[in-house]
């Protein structure tokens, strides 16, 4: 689970124009992992992408890296400011 919390966090901070206010946290249940990126607002369009797509391909890479894990794992993007 923190190897795919280095990944995701890996990830945002390199499309991210504020890096240092990247927050990447998980939480984990009995057979599920939630990992959450919290970021600035600017960057939160950069992360998630046109329509949606560098979130999904984000989601796409977690999902391939957990292949042989029998647990799901979900990726949550959302603003320093939500709670």
């Known amino acids: 689970m923190e190897n795919i919390t280095e990944l995701v966090d890996f990830i945002v901070r390199q499309l991210s124009q504020h890096p240092d206010k990247i927050n990447?946290?998980?939480s984990q249940t009995e057979n599920d992992v939630t990992v959450?990126?919290?970021a600035a607002d600017?960057?939160?369009?950069?992360?998630?992408g046109k329509q949606g797509r560098i979130a999904k391909a984000i989601r796409t890479i977690v999902k391939a890296a957990t292949s042989?894990?029998?647990?799901?794992?979900?990726v949550e993007i959302?603003?320093?400011?939500?709670k």
């Open 36 to 38: 959450t990126v919290r």
């Open 24 to 26: 990447v946290s998980s």
């Open 42 to 48: 600017e960057d939160l369009g950069k992360i998630i």
């Open 68 to 74: 042989s894990e029998n647990k799901k794992y979900y």
């Open 78 to 82: 959302k603003s320093i400011d939500e």
